[in-house]
């Protein structure tokens, strides 16, 4: 159990929100009291699609019968349920595939010792969007970049009608295209490295596996993000997340290095 604590707090050895507080956010709408107006309008682009940037935060959704988790090292974030499973809120759990089933098995049985996050390697973008750390998008013509307060990485969305690409080199976080279906930005990605952990609690993504996240601004200050997983080697049927995006104001990303003092994975052990 001690293996497991603290394997789970070494992702998160940074401090929490201490990054450019209370600076203002340029632009926000205000009501007649002052007060940010969050259920404003979404901003729009010049081409007239609603502009995703801004700096974002997964919220916690209470879902019954899962207890959220609570930030193991000092700091003051709550983990959405998914965080720590990815299929937290789905009815009846993940369709796994026989053989799955037995690798998400044998990671529960050796304590997550080969988690990605525990090793501070990239955890790909299930994990990144089920993480509290804020997310910063910034929307330009063809493309939507993301960086990730999270181990200072990008995530690139190009949005300029390319196809995906013919036998990619595996990635971490796959090759992203996406289109506007109305106000709905409807990406897909493929071509991730093999038997990947879709979230800390080592289920499983391949290399099989298409991604289809759907981002729609709701008003300016929420966002709601669903998730599409079609990973026929590891699951019998598709399957998807909803998760809900809150606009962080007055503050602003921060360095964050997984392995700075890092002085834990010499203690993992496993089982």
Known sequence: ?????????????????????????????????????????????????????????????????????????????????????????????????????????????????????GKCQPVGILQRHTNPLPKKFIQAPGLLAILYEEDNEFRQIFTDGRPAPLDPLPAFNGYSSGTWVGS?????????????????????????????????????GHLELEISVDDPKAYTRPWSVTLQQDLALNTELMEYFCTENEKDRSHMLGK
């Not at 990815?86 to 080969?114: E, F, T, V």
């Not at 609690?201 to 709701?218: K, M, Q, W, Y």
């Open 1 to 117: 159990m001690k293996t497991a604590i603290v394997c789970f707090a070494l992702a998160f050895c940074a401090p929490a929100f201490a990054q450019w507080v209370n600076y203002p956010t340029a632009g926000v709408p205000r009501g007649k009291d002052g007060k940010p107006n969050l259920s404003a309008p979404a901003p729009r682009t010049a081409d007239g699609k609603p502009d995703l940037s801004g700096l974002w935060r997964t919220r916690t959704i209470e879902i019954p019968g899962v207890e959220p988790l609570t930030e193991p090292v000092a700091g003051s974030l709550n983990f959405p349920p998914e965080f720590g499973n990815i299929a937290a809120g789905l009815k009846g759990g993940l369709p796994y595939q026989p053989w799955a089933l037995a690798l998400w098995q044998s990671r529960q049985a050796n304590l997550r010792l080969d988690s990605p996050a």
């Open 184 to 220: 709905t930005l409807v990406v897909k990605t493929v071509g991730f490295k093999d038997e990947w952990w879709a979230d800390r609690r080592g289920n499983p993504l391949t290399s099989a596996a298409t991604v289809t996240e759907r981002f729609h601004r709701i008003d300016y």
